[in-house]
């Protein structure tokens, strides 16, 4: 062998730096597929996008007005609050209705979802009615629920610099409008004018029954600590994460009870704050998402914390009527598993969550979003699989500690998306299999900022809680503000590929909250995205080739209390449902409270059946009562739409 030239020789340690750059690329670039296989697994799933009706005459921001302390990150402050829910909220029948909270203008809007029957009312913001307000204060989310129990969904909006606030439906209102709803506290106590009670800086709630007496309850997750955030007029009173993986210095979280409640022309609602229900590093982790769901079968709903700077929580239900408490659970260690990805103890950055049983095992399954950007901060999704053998099972290890559920999200092909947000797991193809949704994006500019947010997060912890030593994001600043909404389809191979593309679906605006619902009752599931900072859209579902579906409205067999404005019934939230196709795979799904970051989806129970059900399939419900007693109903019903009350007994309506 010949030796290697001088020349050459001298220029080898630059050669193998090149191969070395080059391999590295190749080997953490995002996976892609070519254009025809994305085609060819997109092919039943179509949407058109349609702009969604706002009333005008509001002042625009375009950046928020924040605490002198958080000037020099005034982008990084102003990066969340963009919020949608869909839902029936003026009771005919359809989840053609949007609450959608809009940080331009800091407006909680009603409006329809655009289509044949958007004329129904014009759009309209919520107001505070006689609540004390001040300027230091913004929406950041609106979820629907019948909070006091008159079978008319409610709006409960949870805000930065402000305790919450419900908005009940009134009864004697001739339609939807400003008048249509009465403002009351969550947290009673405020008076006067002018705000002067807790400054919560609140960005997650779910809501669920959890202590299992028959009536919802209120989970909320704050952020920042108890402070003048928004505040221009302030300096000082606010802090930052302690860490950027291990943080738990944020807000305390915060679960409401319900006690009681009245309807008629002056409806009312009644909610008791539990004490103490989580330990103190749970519960003043950095909350972006949070999820209720079931996992283990005894009708009490656990629930899954997605917090912001590491360590989310799942926890196992273990409350009684009148007590809510809670178990922390973790993944199981094991050879070759970081830490990172285990539940309970992960670093990464959790904010969104949502649940499905993506393997048809009759176990529920968690997708969890992170920041997963490539050269960027490439953490990964969570894609938790079930790993117990049943739910007996899995309810045994739950009861030692242990969460047994193992992230697949590299080998499914859904470890990598952007900087990730809300997600929400549905079957909008009536496949039989859900495909996942998932905001992305951060901060939209002109001037890359990417390097400084790298510095940042190699820097020692000590030095990430003092927002002088943040690098500057301001207005004009970009972080991931190129991203797109991801959209996975599971293919033959039981592999997701991300077909946004073909479907149109990659529009380059960050995107915050996902809501999914029939708006228009054709059997075919729409969804609707809110924009930071940007309109928000509404995805009419134009899919060519939908299989067959059960579509379920779950409603208690209370009577609605009588009035002008429709009463279609109050949700059954919380209520469990196990299809059995012909095919002998498993379907669950459950009437959701109200899960995820900003995106809320509509309350009835949609299962995809695929092409080949023909005749009725095998339908479980579990459910519990008004009274707290769990109820179970096996039925056989045919493909399309129904609606239950359910009591003692489930009966068709």
């Given at each position: 062998m010949s030796p290697v030239p001088g020349r050459l020789r001298r220029q080898l340690p630059g050669v193998i730096a090149l191969v070395v750059v080059v391999g590295t690329f190749f080997a953490v670039r995002l996976p892609s597929a070519p254009a025809s296989e994305l085609a060819r697994v997109?092919?039943?799933?179509?949407?058109?996008?349609?702009?969604?009706?706002?009333p005008g005459g509001a002042r625009q921001q375009t950046i928020r007005r924040v605490n002198r302390d958080y000037k020099r990150i005034d982008a990084w402050i102003s990066s969340v609050g963009a919020g949608i829910a869909m839902n029936d909220l003026d009771g005919d029948g359809l989840s053609n209705d949007l609450c959608i909270t809009d940080p331009r203008t800091d407006q909680v809007i009603v409006t329809p979802t655009p289509g044949a029957r958007s004329q129904r009312y014009a759009p309209f913001a919520l107001t505070a009615g006689g609540l004390p307000m001040n300027e230091a204060m913004a929406p950041m989310g609106c979820a629907p629920g019948d909070f006091n129990e008159d079978g008319r969904l409610d709006l409960l909006v949870y805000m930065w610099g402000r305790t919450p606030i419900v908005y009940l439906a009134r009864p004697d209102a001739k339609r939807l409008g400003p008048d249509a709803y009465a403002a009351t506290e969550l947290v009673p106590g405020a008076s006067g004018t002018t705000y002067t009670g807790p400054e919560w800086n609140s960005n997650a709630v779910a809501i669920a029954d959890f202590d299992g007496d028959g009536h919802d309850d209120i989970y909320l997750g704050d952020y920042f600590p108890d402070g003048p955030v928004l505040d221009d007029r302030k300096s000082g009173g606010v802090a930052m994460n302690r860490s950027l993986s291990n943080a738990s210095n944020g807000g305390e979280d915060h679960f409401f009870r319900w006690t009681g409640a009245t309807s008629g022309a002056r409806p009312s609602v009644r909610f008791?704050?539990?004490?103490?229900?989580l330990p103190e590093r749970i519960s003043k982790g950095w909350v972006l998402a949070a999820g209720a769901d079931d996992l283990d079968g005894d009708q009490l709903p656990e629930l899954y914390i997605a917090q912001d700077h590491g360590n989310d929580a799942l926890l196992q239900n273990i409350s009684r009527p009148g007590k809510i408490e809670?178990?922390?659970?973790?993944?199981?260690?094991?050879?070759?598993?970081?830490?990172?990805?285990?539940?309970?103890?992960?670093?990464?950055?959790?904010?969104?969550?949502?649940f499905a049983d993506f393997d048809h095992d009759g176990l529920y399954d968690m997708f969890v979003s992170n920041i997963t950007t490539t050269f960027g901060i490439q953490e990964s999704n969570f894609q938790f699989i079930a790993t117990a053998r049943n739910q007996a099972d899995l309810r045994a290890g739950l009861a030692a500690g242990k969460a047994p559920w193992r992230d697949r999200s590299t080998e499914l092909g859904t470890a990598w998306s952007g900087w990730a947000w809300d997600v929400k797991a549905d079957d909008f193809a009536n496949s039989g299999d859900p495909a996942i949704v998932q905001a992305t994006g951060f901060v939209k500019g002109e001037v890359n900022r990417w390097p400084q947010l790298q510095e940042l997060a190699t820097a020692n912890d000590l030095a990430v809680d003092d927002p002088y030593l943040w690098p500057h994001v301001r207005s004009g600043d970009d972080i991931a503000g190129g991203q797109r909404l991801a959209f996975y389809v599971k293919g033959d191979d039981g592999r997701y590929r991300n077909v946004a593309r073909p479907l149109g679906l990659d529009v380059p605006v960050p995107t915050r909250g996902v809501a999914v619902g029939d708006a228009d009752g054709d059997g075919r599931l729409d969804m609707a995205v809110a924009r930071q900072w940007d309109e928000p859209v509404f995805y009419r579902n134009t899919g060519t080739a939908p299989g067959r579906y059960l579509q379920l409205r779950l409603l208690r067999d209370t009577q609605p209390s009588p009035g002008a404005l429709p009463a279609h019934g109050s949700p059954a939230t919380d209520a469990q449902v196990t299809v059995t196709g012909g095919d002998g795979r498993i379907h669950l799904a459950r009437v959701d409270g109200g899960s995820g970051h900003s995106g809320k989806?509509?309350?009835e129970v949609h299962v995809g059946l695929g092409r080949d059900v023909i005749g009725p399939v095998k339908v479980r419900l579990?459910?519990?009562?008004?009274?707290?007693?769990?109820?179970?109903?096996?039925?056989?019903?045919?493909?399309?739409?129904?609606t239950l009350l359910l009591g003692s007994h489930a009966q068709e309506r």
């Open positions: 997109a092919r039943d799933y179509g949407f058109t996008p349609m702009s969604v009706a706002l008791q704050q539990a004490d103490d229900p809670f178990q922390a659970v973790h993944g199981a260690r094991s050879p070759g598993l970081p830490k990172s990805k285990r539940i309970g103890d992960d670093s990464f950055k959790g904010m969104g969550v949502d989806r509509d309350q579990r459910w519990r009562d008004r009274s707290g007693r769990v109820r179970q109903e096996d039925l056989r019903l045919a493909p399309g739409r129904h």
